[in-house]
Each structure stands twice: as C-alpha cells, then as structure tokens.
C-alpha cells in the first residue's frame, strides 16, 4: 500500500496502521517523518536500499528503557533514518521492499501509551541524525476507514496503558476514523488536517494555525477530552485503524463512552 511520496519515492508498506502526526517528535510535526505499526518485524519501506550504519543511541526514560537503535540506508541517493528496530541485517547489505530488516523494540523516547514501530525518515545524507531538517512527506490521502457518527464508542479492549475504542456509529470514510483529522489529542498538544485547513470534530470546528508545504494543516489541541463525563488525558486516532485510543479512565471491555471535546 502507498501512503506517502518523498520526492519521486514512493513508501510502501503493508495494511497496518501508521502515523505521521501522533508522536511528539518533532520531525512528524514538521511533516517530515512517518510511524508504522508493523505486526512484528519492520519492513523495508521503498524498492531498495543499502544498510550503512547502525548506532546504539542513548535516550530519556519516558518508560524504563536507557536505548535505542539508529539505522541508516542509503536509498537512491538519500539516507534514510529508522529508529526503534533492532537489526538483522548488517552493514554493506542491500534491503528490497517488503524485506525484513529488524525487530520493533520499546524506546526511552516513548510515552507510556505508545505501541511499538518503525520510525522513518528520508534525509540527505550530509544531514542524516538531526530531527530537524528532513525531506518533506506528502501522505497519500485516501478514503481508508468508516468515520464515527455521533460521540459514542464501544470499549472493546483494555490494557495496562490505555484502552481501544470502536465508534457505535460511522458515515462515510476517511484516512482515520476522525475523518482526515489525526494526532493525540490533546496530549501532543498538536493535531493535523490532511485535507485543508479546517475540520469538525465532535460539533466543533479545528482550524489550523499553519498549513505545512505538503498542504496539511496543523492546529493547536487547546481542549480537554472528556469520557463519560471525566477528564482523560487523551485519545490517540491513527491512519488505517478502526479503533480510537483512550489514554485514562478506568472503564471495562462492552462498556459505551461518549467522548466529548471541551
């Protein structure tokens, strides 16, 4: 499946879930960075590439990991960045689209809520580590999932960290089941329009405070979250996944929670 285009590259990967602005990071705010999901190992993004460097990267300790990886390959001139995957391949060797490269691990730079993935940059390769200054990323806005109806959801798993939501009620489709509206909100303090500068969610009008050169529109997320009438830390809602993540209140798998945006 494309879902983005990098110059005249296009990333490819499998039907899972992906991201490009429900991180904190500042690459994804830039517009310049992608979070794939993959179901247990990563997956070369592109037709081909060559592994020329791998790194042991200290992090913080968001959650009790004190490292990570940094891998490099060179890709039709450019360099492209991963992070949060163990390698199993080694350097001087060539990766094609859909190989293995590594093993998706837990990083010091997640939140505690934050699921394993692959974290892909295309760079040039004089400017390979930085977070800032990467090529921009022009994601592939498609109509992917069912879009929620109303404000009421089903819990329909809980873990540790979060919950999984489904909507009760959809209509129409779009690249999450927010519509064209991505990110997490409010916890990441920022949200994404694919499709423009203005979106409705939940009765409420987003409006972008800056439109990035890809032409996705980026606002503030200066609102609280409520489930069921307390305030949750926030939802995280993704491209190519059904489900809506609640980060806080204590409900049980079956039960309904609507969600209301203040």
């Given at each position: 499946?494309?879902?983005?285009?990098?110059?005249?590259?296009?990333?490819?990967?499998?039907n899972v879930?992906?991201?490009f602005?429900?991180?904190p990071?500042?690459?994804?705010?830039?517009?310049t960075?992608?979070?794939?999901?993959?179901e247990?190992?990563?997956?070369?993004?592109?037709e081909?590439?060559?592994?020329?460097?791998?790194?042991?990267?200290?992090?913080?300790?968001?959650?009790?990991?004190s490292d990570?990886?940094l891998?490099?390959?060179?890709?039709?001139?450019f360099?492209?960045k991963?992070?949060?995957?163990?390698?199993?391949?080694?350097?001087?060797?060539?990766a094609?689209?859909?190989?293995?490269?590594?093993?998706?691990r837990?990083?010091?730079?997640?939140?505690?809520?934050?699921?394993?993935?692959a974290?892909?940059?295309?760079?040039r390769?004089?400017d390979?580590?930085?977070?800032?200054g990467?090529l921009?990323?022009?994601p592939?806005?498609r109509?992917?999932?069912p879009?929620?109806?109303?404000?009421?959801?089903?819990?329909?798993?809980?873990?540790?960290?979060?919950l999984?939501l489904?909507?009760?009620?959809?209509k129409?489709?779009?690249?999450?089941?927010?519509?064209?509206?991505?990110?997490?909100l409010?916890?990441?303090?920022?949200?994404?329009?694919?499709?423009?500068?203005?979106?409705e969610?939940?009765?409420?009008?987003?409006?972008?405070?800056e439109?990035?050169?890809?032409?996705?529109g980026?606002?503030?997320?200066?609102?609280?979250?409520?489930?069921?009438?307390?305030?949750?830390?926030?939802?995280?809602?993704?491209?190519?996944?059904r489900?809506?993540?609640?980060?806080?209140?204590?409900?049980?798998?079956?039960?309904?929670?609507e969600?209301?945006?203040?």
């Amino acid at each position: 499946m494309k879902i983005a285009r990098i110059n005249d590259l296009w990333l490819e990967i499998p039907n899972v879930r992906y991201s490009f602005f429900d991180t904190p990071y500042v690459p994804h705010k830039l517009g310049t960075a992608v979070d794939v999901y993959f179901e247990e190992k990563a997956l070369f993004p592109f037709e081909e590439g060559r592994l020329v460097e791998i790194r042991r990267i200290r992090t913080p300790r968001y959650i009790p990991v004190s490292d990570d990886y940094l891998l490099i390959f060179e890709v039709s001139g450019f360099c492209l960045k991963v992070l949060h995957v163990e390698p199993e391949l080694k350097i001087g060797e060539k990766a094609f689209l859909g190989d293995e490269i590594g093993s998706l691990r837990l990083s010091g730079f997640f939140s505690p809520w934050s699921d394993k993935h692959a974290h892909f940059e295309l760079r040039r390769c004089e400017d390979r580590y930085r977070a800032r200054g990467g090529l921009t990323i022009f994601p592939e806005v498609r109509a992917l999932l069912p879009v929620v109806e109303g404000k009421e959801f089903e819990v329909v798993e809980k873990t540790t960290r979060y919950l999984w939501l489904r909507p009760l009620k959809t209509k129409g489709k779009g690249m999450t089941p927010f519509g064209n509206i991505e990110g997490g909100l409010p916890h990441y303090r920022y949200g994404a329009i694919f499709n423009g500068g203005k979106a409705e969610l939940f009765g409420k009008t987003l409006e972008a405070s800056e439109v990035l050169s890809n032409g996705v529109g980026i606002f503030k997320a200066s609102f609280e979250v409520f489930a069921n009438g307390s305030r949750v830390k926030g939802v995280g809602v993704y491209c190519n996944e059904r489900r809506v993540k609640l980060i806080g209140g204590d409900f049980e798998v079956g039960e309904v929670v609507e969600i209301r945006i203040v």
